[in-house]
């Protein structure tokens, strides 16, 4: 069996995914999928308009089927789908009933290994159950954790005696590896429908496929724990906070100095009073390289810093500052270029005292920071990263990045944001 191209229409619109579909088509896609996301959003009629727009493709209508094999895995065949998805997780009756319902049809039955236990014995089984395909896969929230399929794919393979499948944040830049260790059916999502150029992302999988080449990828392969940093530095906060499903940022806090310059490193945390400037420059000392200090001085009005130890700062190697509080010098930190977020500017500080102190959890504009949280601020506002979340923040704010970045292509072709996004028709019902 020559290497297929499918191409997973993961979206929430219809006409959206019709148009990417004629792209990817001309790029050399050889399936198409009708995503969950689709086929939840649009029923059965997302896989009747593919297979009607597309009729000498195969159609594969991914209903992550769990139970009532046979009576899903008729809808779809009946509204046109070639291949139909059950879970390999779901029970032994309703794999057969799936395949049954199938054979009715002329369709297929393809088990996806979907957080299965043990994909390599499941695969001999659900072989045995009548599937004509298995498929290795690792989910998009999964992905945002950094997994992938390769350790699967080579276990599933050597005990299927089907063609086997694999999806999972799949790029040009890594497709060659998963043919070499046998996958026959390549599934690509994010890749293509998220590209700016559709066909060329499209050929440029087809190529690699096919010459078993690395091809850069205009969308990006998921980042790990290493590469953080370098994922955080290419979004806006803006992109943060829709992949922390619309969290505030820190609330009244403004970059007051070497704005357009962007901050991104872990915190390093203050508790002080309005005034009392001694921890806050105690804190240069202590604080790490590429670390972010941030003081909660109880939003006074006097300030705890300026630009001596913004000075300070700088030489030492500390990113930035936030400041939940008051900050002097302005211009003058403006001019060594260091970046300074804060809620007040003031010209009177106060005395260094000694109060509070270092290295514990406080809050700074109304938003909880613990030591080693990730600060990321630019002229949009500070957005605060748990720690514990943040190589799957990372992550999730690249995928609205690149998604946004796929919107913005397809207003440049004369339609509207309301008209690419559909708003009326999603619009919450009262």
Not at 13 to 18: P, V, W
Not at 259 to 271: D, E, L, S
Not at 399 to 416: A, H, L
Request: glycine share 10%.
């Amino acid at each position: 069996m020559t290497v297929k191209l499918q191409v997973a229409l993961d979206l929430m619109n219809l006409e959206r995914a019709i148009r990417i579909a004629r792209e990817a088509v001309k790029g050399g896609a050889d399936w198409l999928e009708a995503g969950t996301p689709l086929i939840k959003a649009e029923g059965m009629e997302a896989v009747r308009r593919l297979k009607k727009e597309f009729p000498d493709k195969i159609i594969v209508a991914d209903m992550k089927t769990m139970d009532v094999g046979g009576v899903e895995v008729e809808m779809a065949a009946k509204a046109g789908a070639d291949i139909i998805g059950v879970l390999g997780a779901a029970d032994d009756e309703t794999i057969k009933e799936g395949v049954k319902a199938a054979h009715n049809y002329d369709a297929e039955v393809i088990t996806d290994m979907l957080r299965v236990e043990e994909p390599a014995k499941r695969t001999r089984e659900v072989c045995k159950l009548g599937a004509k395909y298995v498929g290795v896969h690792v989910g998009v929230d999964s992905q945002m954790r950094g997994e992938d399929p390769l350790n699967m794919l080579e276990n599933v393979v050597k005990a299927s005696t089907v063609p086997v499948s694999v999806a999972g944040g799949i790029t040009s830049n890594t497709v060659s590896q998963l043919v070499e260790k046998g996958a026959e059916i390549i599934v690509v999502g994010g890749a293509i429908i998220k590209a700016k150029d559709v066909t060329k992302a499209t050929a440029d999988l087809k190529k690699a496929i096919e010459e078993g080449v690395n091809i850069e990828s205009e969308v990006s392969r998921k980042y790990t724990t290493d590469e953080i940093k370098d994922a955080f530095e290419k979004v806006s906060t803006a992109n943060i906070s829709d992949a922390m499903h619309r969290a505030p940022c820190m609330q009244g806090i403004k970059q007051l100095t070497a704005k357009g310059m962007k901050v991104v490193g872990p915190a390093f945390t203050v508790r002080t009073v309005d005034g009392d400037w001694a921890k806050p420059v105690e804190a240069i000392e202590k604080a790490s390289e590429e670390e972010v200090i941030v003081v909660d001085a109880g939003g006074g009005t006097t300030a705890v810093w300026g630009e001596l130890a913004s000075h300070s700062c700088k030489m030492k190697g500390v990113l930035g500052i936030v400041i939940d509080g008051a900050v002097r010098d302005v211009d003058g930190i403006d001019e060594i270029g260091f970046p300074v977020f804060a809620r007040h500017k003031a010209s009177n500080a106060g005395d260094p005292k000694g109060y509070g102190g270092l290295g514990s959890k406080i809050k700074c504009g109304n938003v909880e920071v613990s030591p080693g949280d990730w600060i990321i601020g630019d002229t949009n506002g500070v957005m605060v990263v748990p720690k514990e979340e943040a190589l799957m923040i990372a992550n999730r704010s690249m995928d609205v990045m690149e998604k946004e970045n796929r919107i913005r292509e397809e207003i440049k072709e004369g339609r509207t944001l309301s008209v690419v996004m559909e708003l009326e028709k999603w619009e919450k019902v009262e």
